[in-house]
């Protein structure tokens, strides 16, 4: 004999097993982005230290500096936000017709995932564009 309560838990189980896995993955999928726009944002502006230093040499200053390559990493970020918000609105609809009750997108987890994004891009190339500002000219150039 048990509960309505506890035959109701028994029932929804592998629902909620099935949630809290898909939700893990999901959480994954967020972290490993933020790893990869980070490594290729790094990876972008490390690329860039001898052009850098050819700008601070010719009269450029760090502020100059670092609001060029900020402003091309927002580029970057909008072109990337706007092709995977659109696929996560196709592939949603999708999933929409699979499953019961799912709606095809969420407004407050696609706003908040796009912010993460925004900041760890903005993040990543804060340091490295830093960094690479904060470099004497000619040792710039004489890196390569």
């Known amino acids: 004999m048990r509960t309505q309560e506890e035959q109701i838990e028994v029932l929804l189980m592998n ?30 502006v490390s690329r860039r230290t001898n052009e850098i230093g050819i700008r601070m040499a010719l009269g450029a200053r760090s502020d100059q500096v670092l609001r060029m390559v900020l402003g091309e990493a927002v580029w ?7 092709v995977g918000l659109g696929g996560a609105l196709a592939l949603g609809r999708v999933v929409a017709s699979q499953l019961y009750g799912l709606k095809a997108w969420d407004p407050a987890t696609l706003t908040a995932a796009a912010a993460l994004l ?3 891009a903005l993040g990543a190339t804060w340091v490295p564009a830093r960094r690479a500002a904060g470099v004497d000219p000619s040792r710039a150039l004489r890196a390569e």
């Open 15 to 44: 629902e909620r097993v099935f949630a809290d896995l898909t939700t893990g993955f999901g959480v994954l999928a967020l972290a490993l982005a933020c790893i990869g726009i980070y490594g290729l944002m790094a990876y972008t």
């Open 76 to 82: 970057m970020t909008a072109i990337g936000l706007a």
């Open 118 to 120: 925004i900041f760890v």
